[in-house]
C-alpha cells in the first residue's frame, strides 16, 4: 500500500471499522512515524515484532490491526525507474535442453543513446541531459545493490519521446554478493563487452569490480 493511495487507505479503514480499532493512523502523513508511535496502540499484547521485511517488502510501520491481522506500510525493495526497463519476472523454465532461466522484461520501442543523438542532431547540451539521465538510472541501480556490468550504447535505449532506458541486466551481479551472483557466470570469467569493460573487468578481477565498472562504461558509451 503506498502513502498516496486514499481510495485503498479508505478500503482499509472501512474493513478494520469493524474492530473498534484505532484509525487514527490510517488518516497519518507521516508513514515514518508509524512503528514508533502507533504500533504499541494497534498490536495487541501478544502480537508478534513488526518484521523489517516481508518477502522482496521493506516495512515501513504499521498502518493498522483487526481481527483479520496487522496492516503494514511497505516498499517495495526494486522499485521501478522511468531510465530502467522493468522487470516483470525472472525464474527458470523448462526447455528442450533442460532448465533455462528467463527474464521477462518490458519491451522498449527505441534506438541506441548513440543512434538517437545523430538521427534527431542533438546539440551538447542535449547530448548532456541523456547522459544526466542515464547516469541517474545508473545510480538508482546502484543504491538497490544492482551492478549492470554490460552498459553499452546497444543497452542503452532512448524511446521516441526522448526516454533514456536501459536494459538487459543478464549479467548483472549483485554489489554485495560474496561471489558471482548472475544467472549464469563463474569467477574469472569476463563478462561484459571489451570495447566498453574497466581495466579490472577485463582482466576478470571480480574482487576489483564494483560500481566504478558501469561508470568507466558509462563514460565510454557517451565518448
Known amino acids: 500500500m503506498c502513502a498516496g493511495d486514499d481510495g485503498l487507505r479508505r478500503d482499509v479503514k472501512s474493513m478494520l471499522a469493524h474492530d473498534g480499532a484505532d484509525h487514527s493512523l490510517i488518516d497519518a502523513g507521516e508513514a515514518g512515524r508509524a512503528v514508533d508511535m502507533f504500533a504499541a496502540e494497534l498490536l495487541p499484547d501478544d502480537a508478534p515484532a513488526v518484521p523489517e ?4 517488502y521493506s516495512v515501513r510501520g504499521v498502518l493498522g490491526a483487526g481481527g ?6 511497505a516498499e517495495q525493495k526494486n522499485r521501478q525507474h ?3 526497463a522493468q522487470i516483470f519476472e525472472s525464474g527458470t523454465t523448462s526447455a528442450p535442453g533442460g532448465a533455462a532461466t528467463y527474464i521477462a522484461m518490458e519491451f522498449v520501442d527505441g534506438m541506441s543513446i548513440t543512434e538517437y543523438a545523430e538521427s534527431a542532431r542533438l546539440d551538447t547540451m542535449a547530448r548532456v541531459r541523456l547522459i544526466t539521465e542515464l547516469s ?4 538508482h541501480a546502484h543504491v538497490r545493490g544492482v551492478l549492470h556490468r554490460d552498459l553499452k550504447p546497444s543497452n542503452v535505449l532512448v524511446t521516441a519521446g526522448g526516454q533514456v532506458k536501459v536494459i538487459d541486466f543478464g549479467v548483472a551481479r549483485a554489489l ?3 561471489d558471482e551472483a548472475t544467472l ?10 571489451l570495447a566498453y569493460m574497466s581495466p579490472e573487468q ?5 574482487d576489483a569490480v564494483d560500481a566504478r ?3 568507466f562504461a558509462k563514460s565510454a558509451s557517451a565518448a
Do not use: S
Open 53 to 56: 521485511r516481508i518477502g522482496p
Open 68 to 73: 483479520m491481522g496487522v496492516v503494514y506500510l
Open 82 to 84: 522511468p531510465g530502467i
Open 136 to 139: 541517474q538510472a545508473v545510480h
Open 176 to 178: 554485495d554478493a560474496d
Open 184 to 193: 549464469a557466470t563463474f569467477t574469472g570469467q569476463v563478462i561484459g563487452t
Open 202 to 206: 577485463a582482466r576478470g578481477d571480480i
Open 213 to 215: 565498472t558501469d561508470v
